[in-house]
């Protein structure tokens, strides 16, 4: 039998209060299709539609700037229920009444919470070329990590949603060889609080080479693997390391800040008495851009058994807190007869309630509507 779960909504042209009207629920039979598990200040909360007369009401609503913000509410009619809403809004601005693009709007990524004044959504990355040895022949080959590819010789590219993205440097030379390295650029993500920039080497003496790394942010421990089978841990951004042979090595940099979170820089290394046309490297230079409308933000509010409501939105919201839509898929119009989204999402965030403060994080299936 199918299972059924009653999903309704509503539209306003401005962010203005509307009428709502507590429907039932109808019964479900199997596994509910729209849930709430996870922990709220420390204790275990389930919350599912079509159980204890909780339902899932869906919604749109587009503000006085025309951004469209998309709501799923898992809520109860009966009283002294706690319940979950998160919203989630457009990534532009739009003209009243104007259909939302959804596929580009609510897509499977990382999202940064809404904050007064808006969050940073939006990252520009310059890329430069690092050309250590040999001369280029053909059109440099960039890979951002987010399905765009460029030719440029310099490069600025711009990410839409904070996360981890593999980029990579491909560039030919006259010689007939070539040089490919990659790298994670992180964008809002907890471990982003490190940039490396480069990593400088100089003749230390007694045919050792000194390493010294370029880098903002504050760092714990340096993590050296010179490429030949060596690794060293550091207190300093300065490493010392002798090679066997002369050769080609990867060097590979990971930085720990104070929050235990890591990210990685590589580089290729060329010894003494050996030559190669083929040494390339690349660094980048992040950006975040302003976002006064709060474009593609999500806010998550949670009312307890009394009444009281917590928010994400908050500008205490810890740097570490993540949202992330892990799914997307088309779902059965609501009573509104509105079209609607299912999403599949995970987070942890706080939740600010005044001066009070509770940790929240889960999964949830949620369904939002859209014009």
Known sequence: MLRKIVLFGFISSLIIACKKEAIPPTAVVGQPVFYFNGTVNGSNVSLQAGINNYYMYSSYTQDTVGVYNFTGNLQSVSTNKNSIQITINDYKVLAPNTPAVIDTSLVPACYS???????????????????????????????????????????THIYTHPGDYNTSFDVQFIAGCNTNISNVVKMGTPDATINIRAIVVTNAGGGALAFIAAFTGPAKSFLWNFGDGTRTITASSIAT????????????????????????????????????????????????????????????????????????????????????????????????????????????????NGSNSIPASGIAVIAVAYR
Do not use: R
């Not at 809404?114 to 939006?122: F, R, S, Y």
């Not at 990355?125 to 053909?138: L, N, Q, R």
């Not at 008495?273 to 806010?299: D, K």
């Open 241 to 352: 390391h002798t090679y066997a042979n002369p050769g080609m090595y990867l060097l590979s940099l990971t930085i720990t800040d104070n929050n235990n979170y890591t990210t990685t820089f590589n580089e290729y290394i060329v010894t003494a008495l050996y030559t190669t046309e083929c040494v390339a490297n690349y660094g980048t230079i992040i950006t975040p851009l302003a976002n006064p409308f709060s474009l593609s933000n999500v806010t998550i509010n949670y009312t307890d058994v009394n009444g009281n409501v917590y928010t994400s939105n908050n500008a205490s919201q810890p740097s570490t807190s993540t949202f992330q839509v892990l799914s997307v898929a088309s779902y059965k119009n609501n009573l509104n007869n509105q079209t609607t989204k299912e999403l599949k999402v995970q987070f942890n965030c706080m939740l600010y």
């Open 113 to 155: 919470y809404n904050m007064p004044g808006g969050n940073t959504t939006d990252y520009s990355v310059a890329f430069a070329p690092i050309i250590d040895s040999g001369v280029p022949s053909a059109p440099y080959i960039w890979t951002f990590g987010d399905g765009v590819i460029s030719n440029a010789g310099t490069p």
